[in-house]
């Protein structure tokens, strides 16, 4: 544990230690000295950004997106430059079923580290995000910080899946304060800003997916660099059903090249005992 975070541990513990185990603040200091414990506070993977690999891979795992692609590329050519520099949050915004997803995963695996994926639709509550008090009952962490520990890597490449589709609620307002620069959303999302006191040492590449822009304050969409997909062309879509999606389909179904020709050439024949009598 960082420092900080040992300290406060130690402080919660000493408590514990005087507190019987029938009080009501016994299982909250149990769930939270848990998390703080599960936090993967020393495991980091080293990340390698290789520019040449990087290319690779992403020409292995999509067909096209050229323009993308070379973003992606000058984006981690960046990074690798000045690692230590705030760079901008990469989101992705295109229809259902254009590669958001798998980009974000090939990011991830171009470089070398753990992937993880949180999804914002529906998220009315800015608790969700920030975390829950420890006053109340059954309260959590944040889904940022639920993630990390999920991903079992202090640095993990996080896709906030779905940014559009918050929405605010008497509970509150998620994108509350992102015209002052001081909302829940702004403070896990911009870099070296993560106010969650267990979270300050984490270190997550995050990466943002939307559907429209429409539904995005503007001030959330200055700190991030939007990269449109748009779809693809029938070509592109003849090229992606050969070279991806039939192979993938094969595997899922158990089938191989073989089977085609063992497969006896008969016709088949339905007798009518088959056939279940239509109700009147």
């Known amino acids: 544990m960082p420092p900080d975070v040992a300290e406060q541990a130690q402080r919660e513990l000493k408590r514990l230690e005087r507190m019987p185990d029938s009080a009501a603040e016994y299982s909250m200091t149990r769930t939270y000295l848990d998390w703080l414990l599960a936090m993967p506070w020393s495991k980091v993977d ?7 690999q990087a290319r690779r891979i992403l020409d292995q795992d999509h067909y096209g997106l050229e323009k993308v692609k070379r973003r992606i590329l000058e984006f981690l050519a960046v990074r690798k430059l000045n690692p230590e520099g705030r760079s901008p949050i990469l989101c992705f915004v295109g229809p259902p079923g ?39 009952i059954g309260s959590l962490p944040g889904n940022i910080a639920q993630a990390v520990r999920k991903a079992g890597r202090r640095n993990p490449v996080l896709m906030l899946d779905e940014v559009d589709k918050l929405s605010a609620s008497f509970q509150g307002d998620p994108f509350f304060g992102f015209a002052r620069g001081a909302g829940p959303g702004a403070e896990q999302l911009v870099p070296r800003q993560l106010s969650w006191r267990t979270l300050r040492p984490v270190e997550v590449l995050f990466i943002g997916t939307a559907n429209v822009l429409d539904a995005i304050p503007a001030p959330l969409r200055d700190r991030m660099e939007i990269i449109e997909l748009t779809g693809y062309t029938e070509e592109e879509k003849l090229q992606i059903a050969k070279r991806y999606l039939l192979t993938r389909q094969l595997t899922a179904n158990g089938l191989t090249s073989d089977h085609g020709s063992r497969s006896p050439k008969r016709p088949c024949v339905v007798s009518s005992s088959t056939i279940p009598a239509r109700r009147a």
Request: glycine residues 16%; positive net charge; hydrophobic residues 35%.
């Open 46 to 52: 080293p990340e390698t950004v290789d520019i040449e």
């Open 98 to 136: 254009v590669g958001k997803t798998s980009l974000g995963q090939s990011i991830a695996k171009a470089i070398g580290l753990k992937f993880g994926r949180v999804s914002l639709g529906g998220v009315h509550d800015e608790a969700e995000i920030r975390g829950h008090r420890r006053t109340y």
